[in-house]
């Protein structure tokens, strides 16, 4: 990742699961991700204006956000809180985005992309990889259904573990 480059902190998983975080408590969906040379571009939709008892549903407008290293750096030390409080706070239990962005975060991490992109509509998701090989650069695409992102989170304390006994360091 590239403004990750020399730094303790430069996986996908860590840093797509305090995104992922964030936009669940901002209460984004359909999200569009992109990176940028200085950090990740966010869209999607989110419910605002709801002020008033008839108006309680709000409206749907999209938002788009722009996450540079010293955010995600603020992120990823605040998910690291508050998952040392999620025994005392039932309310610290991470969102669907969370969860997904940080499965989705390590299967980029094994196919360690030069760049992402990536988009979600209804839980279904859709990566664009920059890969590089002997033959040159180019995008890959991955999809992967709800049902598909569901299963990888259902699997990841099992496979978290796995990996902490293979490498002898403790899981994340």
Known sequence: MRIYDGSP???????????GGYLDRRG????????????FIVQ?????GSGTWS?????????????????????MDEA???????????????????????VLG?????????????LEQDGNFILRLLMSSQAGTRHVLSEFTKEDVERMISEGPARRRRDAAGSGSAAR
């Not at 999607?44 to 605002?48: F, R």
């Not at 360690?112 to 990536?118: G, S």
């Open 106 to 118: 390590k299967y980029m991490d094994e196919q360690k992309p030069r760049d992402v992109f990536f």
């Open 9 to 19: 902190r430069q996986d996908f998983e860590e840093v797509f699961r305090s995104i």
């Open 55 to 75: 108006d309680s549903m709000g409206q749907q407008l999209k938002e788009t956000l722009t996450f540079l290293d010293d955010d995600i750096s603020r992120f």
């Open 28 to 39: 984004m969906r359909e999200i569009l991700l992109t990176e940028a040379p200085d950090g």
């Open 44 to 48: 999607g939709m989110v419910i605002v």
């Open 80 to 102: 690291i809180a508050r998952r040392g409080k999620r025994i005392a706070i039932p309310a610290a239990i991470p969102g669907y985005y969370e969860q997904a962005l940080r």
